[in-house]
Nanobody, 117 residues
């Protein structure tokens, strides 16, 4: 069973918005820091945003003020609201469960986001 399943990707014009969702299962979400990462063609995977167990977010400089990460532990979900999208935001976006002592990190399968006119 895949513990992380992303959804909500798609194609959007510059300036548009998308909301990504990460459905989690098989573990207690509220004890894990979570993150969204992305990988564009020919580039390394990079951190977009992370959220700790207290709900505090940390963002890459390139998305600050445009993206918002959130979590709903009761619904076993993590979200990424993306506004004012730019062509350079085009990438596959991945949900990540951050590692804990003696527990490995986990990745979802990714969802494609394409920003193009």
């Amino acid at each position: 069973q895949v513990p992380l399943v992303e959804s909500g990707g798609g194609s959007v014009q510059p300036g548009g918005s998308l909301r990504l969702s990460c459905a989690t299962s098989g573990f207690i979400l509220n004890i894990y820091d979570m993150g969204w990462y992305r990988q564009a063609p020919g580039k390394e995977r990079e951190m977009v945003a992370t959220i700790d167990t207290g709900g505090s977010g940390n963002y890459a400089e390139s998305v600050k003020g445009r993206f918002t990460i959130s979590r709903d532990n009761a619904k076993n979900a993590v979200y990424l609201q993306m506004n004012s999208l730019k062509p350079e935001d085009t990438a596959v976006y991945y949900c990540k469960r951050e590692r804990r002592p003696y527990i490995e990190e986990a990745w979802g399968q990714g969802t494609q986001v394409t920003v193009s006119s």
